[in-house]
């Protein structure tokens, strides 16, 4: 297409949309479906293994145990999982026609079943930090609903190896019912709580579902934050919910026009955009090893010899220093860098161990370098640098 600056909002939403990611057949794994974010709520879409039902993961990335001292960053401060919203139709599902809009950050599209359609808009608000998704059901599909299943909070790296012995599992989670919302509680072996908070509004052919989560530790406010999130936005015009969100990815693209020759170089460059602000924001945590969306895997938590450096790579080349939450987390946590080392090193200088948690927590101090068997540790006084 001929392109003349770019100055209008039909401009870039034509431009985008040739971009867009499409399904035409229902996504089976994590890897082959829709994903969405803000930073810290993130959602991917795909099949729920041998049902007939569309799983959204919900994912928090401030979401982790606190036991630095009882097996790290692999279990002690590991990413936990939340849950998923299960989207059940009546019918069988026979097939999908799904878009993912990069210009306004959301999933449209088609399910259909033997017994009629399901139309589907979803996002997870900018601002709000909540799923959004409104459905729409044809003659035959009106009992539909929804379901949210609670993940165990176990660390992610069980898909490995067993827990350290003696490693206290988390209590069960609780929900209830209150004041016409669902309410997920997850305590936490080491304090704290992550609470899920999520209700339905309309009971018609269109319904619109709100989920919103929240963490705290070591203290239990979580489950206010989370009840108000819902609360305030369900009070709200779904339109108005949508627009502030729309608002903001709209002015995020505009930092970044590229075009090339090359039409599928143009649409990766695009979409990896799009990830990138699906996984990072500056007041979010540090990008973990699969960002804000937690799936199976040895690795569940912020891996610093050099998968945060590749995450963050495009952030300055792409004019997006909004985006990059290092400097900030470095910087707030100086003490536990320092006391990342031994005792003799402190006075002036601070390390980085090979992985931590959000804020750089782990067990254990960074190696010495050329003793023992981590040649890529260093310790340097003034500056930060990894171990592992």
Request: aromatic share 8%; charged share 25%.
């Amino acid at each position: 297409m001929a392109l003349r600056g770019m100055r209008t909002d039909q401009e870039w939403e034509r431009f985008l949309g040739g971009q867009d990611l499409l399904w035409k057949r229902l996504p089976r794994t994590w890897y082959e479906g829709p994903f969405l974010g803000n930073g810290l709520l993130g959602s991917m879409v795909y099949q729920e293994p041998g049902e007939n039902a569309l799983r959204f993961t919900i994912h928090h990335s401030e979401v982790q145990d606190h036991r630095p001292a009882e097996g790290g960053s692999d279990w002690g401060v590991a990413r936990l999982p939340v849950g998923n919203l299960l989207l059940r139709p009546v019918g069988a599902i026979t097939g999908v026609d799904l878009r993912l809009e990069l210009w306004n950050a959301e999933l449209r599209g088609t399910i259909t079943t033997d017994k009629g359609k399901l139309k589907l808009r979803a996002l997870v608000h900018n601002d709000r930090t909540m799923l959004l998704a409104t459905v729409e059901a044809s003659t035959g599909e009106e009992g539909f609903r929804w379901e949210f299943k609670p993940s165990p909070a176990v660390s992610p790296r069980i898909v490995r190896e067993d827990p350290p012995k003696g490693f206290e599992p988390n209590p069960a989670p609780v929900t209830r019912t209150e004041d016409g919302l669902r309410i997920t509680v997850q305590s936490l072996a080491a304090g704290g709580q992550t609470v899920s908070a999520y209700r339905q509004r309309g009971s018609g052919r269109e319904r619109t579902y709100y989920l919103a989560v929240a963490h705290s530790h070591p203290g239990t406010d979580a489950e206010g934050r989370a009840r108000t999130t819902v609360r305030k936005a369900s009070a709200l015009p779904v339109s108005s919910l949508r627009r502030t969100h729309y608002e903001w990815w709209h002015r995020f693209y505009r930092k970044s026009f590229i075009s090339v020759p090359d039409g599928m170089l143009q649409s990766f460059y695009w979409i990896q955009l799009y990830k990138l602000a699906c996984a990072a924001r500056e007041h979010a945590p540090v990008m973990a090893t699969t960002g804000p969306w937690v799936e199976p895997t040895p690795w569940p938590g912020v891996w610093w010899n050099l998968n945060v450096q590749l995450e963050y790579w495009p952030v300055h080349g792409s004019n997006h220093l909004e985006l990059d939450a290092i400097p900030r987390t470095l910087a707030e946590n100086t003490d536990v860098l320092i006391g990342a080392l031994k005792p003799e090193y402190r006075a002036d200088s601070a390390g980085l161990r090979r992985s931590t948690d959000a804020q750089c927590e782990d067990n254990g101090t960074v190696p010495v370098p050329g003793v023992g068997d981590s040649p890529r540790s260093a310790i340097c006084p003034g500056r930060c640098t990894t171990s592992g």
